[in-house]
T-cell receptor, first 113, second 114 residues
């Protein structure tokens, strides 16, 4: 049973480009969470999704960031027009329905140059 | 904001017990104490959680004071691979219907020395 899969592991983008981060939850998990970790800081919650629904996006920056978790396929965190301050590690976690059994992926490290 | 405070760092010798403290003086009656750790460059890993009774699993023990205002995570025989940032988090359990997001503080960096 594979864990939470995130890809790519490392992503380099120039300022102004778009970044797309993918997260495949564990098999049987229907809840996905995205967290961001800026250099030398703790993890900060961004968004919580269930299939085709955004449940809580209170941690998402109001502009340029969006997330989806379609009926089929992985969850996508999309950052438009990236800036240097977006450089961070982005972690995805998943849990099954009716449980708080969080499992984190290994993260995507975004570097904006 | 995180509802917990932890010292920034501590170290211990390999093979000895590591006792990691956490203060959560504003914890409410139905909030649990959770511990996660993050080994360098990896995603956080769940360790243990508890409400008011002491808990033990294959990784660690969790001791919660009677007034629930503080707790201690115990790694009974620390190894070099236990070097990591350890996060103490208080939260409502998902099954209560509350939002299940985790609020991480800065954590405590444990360094296990040979």
């Amino acid at each position: 049973n594979a864990g939470v899969m995130q890809n790519p592991r490392h992503l380099v983008r120039r300022r102004g480009q778009e970044a797309r981060l993918r997260c495949s939850p564990m098999k049987g998990h229907s809840h996905v969470y995205w967290y961001r970790q800026l250099p030398e800081e703790g993890l900060k919650f961004m968004v919580y999704l269930q299939k085709e629904n955004i449940i809580d996006e209170s941690g998402m920056p109001k502009e340029r960031f969006s997330a989806e978790f379609p009926k089929e396929g992985p969850s996508i965190l999309r950052i438009q027009q990236v800036v240097r301050g977006d450089s961070a590690a982005y972690f995805c976690a998943s849990s099954p329905e009716g449980s708080d059994g969080y499992t984190f992926g290994s993260g995507t490290r975004l570097t904006v140059v | 904001d995180a509802k917990t405070t932890q010292p920034p760092s501590m170290d211990c010798a390999e093979g000895r017990a590591a006792n990691l403290p956490c203060n959560h003086s504003t914890i409410s009656g139905n909030e649990y104490v959770y511990w996660y750790r993050q080994i360098h460059s990896q995603g956080p890993q769940y360790i243990i959680h508890g409400l008011k009774n002491n808990e033990t699993n294959e990784m660690a023990s969790l001791i919660i004071t009677e007034d629930r205002k503080s707790s201690t995570l115990i790694l009974p025989h620390a190894t070099l691979r236990d070097t990591a940032v350890y996060y103490c988090i208080v939260r409502l359990p998902f099954l209560t219907g509350a939002n299940s997001k985790l609020t991480f503080g800065k954590g405590i960096t444990l360094s296990v020395r040979p």
